[in-house]
Nanobody
Framework: QLRLVESGGGLVKPGGSLRLSCAAS????????IGWFRQVPGKEREGVSC????????NYADSVKGRFTISRDNAKDTVYLQMDSLKPEDTAVYFC?????????????????????WGQGAQVTVSS
């Protein structure tokens, strides 16, 4: 059974860093893409970044390019989101999700409709 567990959220000052982890189980990790999404109350869920596990290709939202880095550890079935130069507008609940890649795409996509498994979420708060 698919299970995704996020960890690493917390409170950080503007300009600081956090690293989120997403540990997957119950899936053949190499077949999937893993995405990070975030949501603020009253707003739609936003795609932040994703990585295709098989070849490591990545995709980033414009709002986080140059500040966030996604990576994976195939031996641990874990995906990381390194978040640097954090801003107050990065405050949100961050979710990781799994895309079984049922359609061929040039790279992983940041649309939640492609993802069928979701973690419970991790709160990230950026505030002074």
């Amino acid at each position: 059974q698919l299970r995704l567990v996020e960890s690493g959220g917390g409170l950080v000052k503007p300009g600081g860093s956090l690293r989120l982890s997403c540990a997957a189980s119950g899936i053949t990790f190499d077949y999937y893409a893993i995405g990070w999404f975030r949501q603020v109350p009253g707003k739609e869920r936003e795609g932040v970044s994703c990585i295709r596990i098989s070849d490591g290709t990545t995709n980033y939202a414009d709002s986080v390019k140059g500040r966030f880095t996604i990576s994976r550890d195939n031996a641990k079935d874990t995906v990381y989101l390194q978040m640097d130069s954090l801003k107050p507008e990065d405050t949100a609940v961050y979710f990781c999700a799994s895309d079984p890649q049922l359609t061929i795409q040039p790279r992983c996509v940041l649309s939640s409709s492609f993802y069928d498994g979701w973690g419970q979420g991790a709160q990230v708060t950026v505030s002074s």
